[in-house]
């Protein structure tokens, strides 16, 4: 019966040591150093004699298949755009343009003019901002970095794209909700407040919208909350099926080699699209290069 071994892990040997050689101690070609599989290290045959037969190996089972969004590296994403707002302090100071791009409050705490403050409407106990994204994601959290009187925050939801007059009529799924803690005593100054979204809360073709509700109840001249950015985690595929992620491409509308960028702004202007679509690909004077033109 056939032979099988498996070389193990020793230190070299002194050489003073060593058993003189012999053709009889194994097979021809296998070392005496060498021992059966399944054998314990220390254990196995003697020198100079046979080792033990063994059974014959089995094939190990192929690994399953992972699926590919498990495997996808998290892409980091701030807002980018402006859809839609209930109400801010200002079209400036504490507007809700202030929560675009990375923080710039935290982590320093207090009111600050660079940050989103609403002010309560009258028959209202909720504020809302909707951001836009760049990319779609099948997120895995949102982190809220709030910068003043943290705890206002109670939901947060998600929609593919912006339908609508300030996406009013978008596919809106709640991603998180939970309860104000503002009146916390031992709460934070400000805080990084990191939501995990469940698989299966957000819809398989991602999201790129992000809704944010305050619940306002109590505040006054001499209370209120800020927030200061929103950051989006999640995988970079806008559709997860099975183990295939399939990318469904967005049009975007791009400045033509002849065109001057006026007429490129003219042009856009007759695309029956948000202008959160309008993607520039060159810079354009008194327009930042960005990832699209602001509304």
Known sequence: MAEYYQAVDLQPPDPASLPKPSFTSAPFGKSSFAKPLGAKRGGGAKSGSAPASVPRPQTAPAPKKVAAAAAETLVEQWANGLVGV?????????????????????????????????????????????????????????????????????????????IGADGADSEWVTLWCGERYNTDPNRQACDALELKIAPGDAPPGGIRVLELALDTTGWSEDFWSELDAVKLLGVSAVSVSGNVIEVVPRAYITKQLSETPKSFRERAAWVRKPTWEIELTIPIPNHPCEASILA
Do not use: C, M
């Open 86 to 162: 209930s109400s801010q302090f200002s079209t400036s100071d504490n507007s809700a343009r202030q929560l675009l791009g990375k923080h710039t409050v935290y982590p320093q705490f207090g009111p600050n003019v660079r940050a989103w403050s609403p002010v309560p409407r009258a028959g209202h106990s909720r504020e809302w901002v909707r951001l836009l994204y760049r990319q779609p994601v099948v997120p895995a959290s949102v982190v809220v970095f709030q910068s003043f009187n943290p705890g206002s925050l109670i939901e947060v939801r998600g929609a593919a794209e912006p």
